[in-house]
């Protein structure tokens, strides 16, 4: 099954065509979006989504742009829907030093009080890193008892084996398709079975759409892609990932 691990339809890009949105999905051979909440908003938004659509399911979180917005009412509502089976994981949430909307020492708090949720919850959480491999991996190796999503991977190397290490899902998105993607190593040394594709749509469409809105349908191409990445024919490259994201989603 093709799944898009990394949606943002709960983004206002899709307000006016949301339905023909997923119509163009299912006809692109996708089976299931995981649809991102990265805030109370969106994530209600994707709770929404996800129970009145089975092929859809949501994710909770505070993004590290609004790490100063956490308070015990947001941890308070976080452990609370984290209890519904329909949000199948704790994110986006993570360390992003390159904006620093948020201090950074607010974006680690944040992140290490919803790893802990996760923990609390037994769900995985979706990791943003963007310009901080080094404190993202030091808090993952500190919160083992988390398995993490290495969301659109494009991070360094030692981010990635820090995160292999402890047996983490590496996602990869449209980005592999860019001309100035320079990490197909990443994508060779991810085991097949911590392998996952996503769109992180609207953002990051692939080629041929580069420049357009991205939606979950383009998963084919980051597909095809990494098949050809690693040598593989795409049917089986598709099969392998999306027992992954069953695997680690725990999607029926």
């Not at 919850?121 to 999503?149: F, G, Q």
Request: hydrophobic letters at 45%; aromatic letters at 6%; charged letters at 25%.
């Amino acid at each position: 099954m093709l799944i898009d691990t990394h949606c943002h339809l709960a983004d206002p890009a899709f307000a006016a065509d949301l339905a023909e949105v997923l119509d163009r999905a299912w006809a692109a051979g996708v089976g299931q979006v995981v649809v991102i909440g990265e805030s109370r908003t969106s994530a209600e938004s994707a709770l929404a989504m996800a129970a009145a659509e089975p092929r859809l399911v949501a994710t909770a979180g505070v993004h590290p742009h609004d790490a100063h917005q956490w308070s015990p009412d947001s941890e308070a509502w976080l452990r609370e829907l984290l209890q519904d089976a329909r949000v199948v994981a704790l994110g986006e949430t993570g360390l992003d030093f390159h904006y620093d909307h948020s201090p950074r020492s607010l974006q680690h708090r944040a992140f290490e009080a919803q790893l802990a949720l996760a923990a609390e919850a037994s769900k995985p959480a979706v990791i943003h890193a963007r310009e901080a491999d080094d404190d993202v991996a030091t808090i993952l190796a500190a919160h083992a008892d988390v398995t993490a999503i290495l969301h659109s991977f494009s991070s360094g190397i030692g981010l990635l084996r820090a995160g292999l290490v402890l047996r983490h899902y590496v996602s990869f998105s449209g980005m592999v398709t860019f001309k100035n993607w320079r990490l197909d190593d990443a994508i060779r040394e991810t085991p097949l079975d911590r392998l996952l594709l996503e769109t992180d749509a609207p953002y990051l469409a692939p080629v041929p759409h580069r420049g357009k809105r991205n939606e979950p349908g383009y998963v084919r191409h980051v597909a095809e892609q990494v098949a050809a990445v690693r040598g593989m024919p795409v049917e089986e490259l598709i099969a392998v990932t999306g027992e992954n994201a069953r695997r680690v989603f725990q999607l029926r």
